[in-house]
């Protein structure tokens, strides 16, 4: 084993309607082989309420100066009249000021050594300081006016190390429902 794999499967076809899905992980082996079996770590669950898709990462996460991928998540639905819906980021560096930016559309433009997610024009959000996980959070503002729009997140901090002094995380596509 010589590297994490991601891993995304769609349980809909058991779960949607169906309480009582219980997830379990199992490793099958015979006797004549002998592998490192699985690792396995940071499981999610995620299920949508009122017909909302799932936000979806695309683009890439410029590399920390201390070795991480920096990777873009989200807390709530994103549904407007569920009103609890925020982006997050983990893997950045910690202790570090950053702020989450947005726009309508997506981005593949070299950026001061990463990639430039999200094209122009931009909103962005308030400074914050990740905390010593290198994780933060931003609630997003939910209005009716969202309905039916698609806004690309992306993520900027200090990286003081690094040959440009900041960080750049991937990007996340979110589509707003009612």
């Keep these: ?18 309480s009582a899905v219980v997830v379990e992980f199992s490793l099958d082996s015979d006797i004549g082989l002998t592998y490192g079996g699985w690792n396995i770590d940071d499981v999610e669950l995620r299920f949508l309420t ?23 998540g989200y807390s709530g639905s994103p549904s407007v009249s569920g009103g609890n819906f925020a982006v997050t980021l983990n893997e950045s560096e910690p202790n570090q000021n950053g702020l989450v930016f947005w726009g309508a559309n997506p981005n593949a433009a070299p950026f001061l050594g990463g990639i430039l997610c999200v094209a ?59």
Excluded: H
């Excluded at 994490?4 to 309607?17: I, N, R, T």
């Excluded at 959070?137 to 040959?163: E, I, K, M």
């Design 1 to 18: 084993d010589t590297a994490w794999v991601d891993a995304e499967v769609d349980l809909s076809q058991y779960a949607d309607g169906n």
């Design 50 to 72: 009122s017909g909302c898709g799932l936000p979806n990462n695309y683009c890439t996460s410029k590399l920390t100066s201390n070795g991480k991928l920096p990777k873009m």
């Design 120 to 178: 122009q024009p931009l909103e962005r959000g308030p400074i914050g300081s990740a905390n010593g996980n290198g994780f933060q959070s931003y609630q997003v503002n939910l209005q009716p006016n969202l309905v039916g729009t698609t806004r690309r997140y992306q993520w900027w901090f200090r990286d003081p190390q690094s040959a440009s002094t900041v960080g750049l995380s991937d990007g996340l596509a979110v589509t707003f429902c009612n």
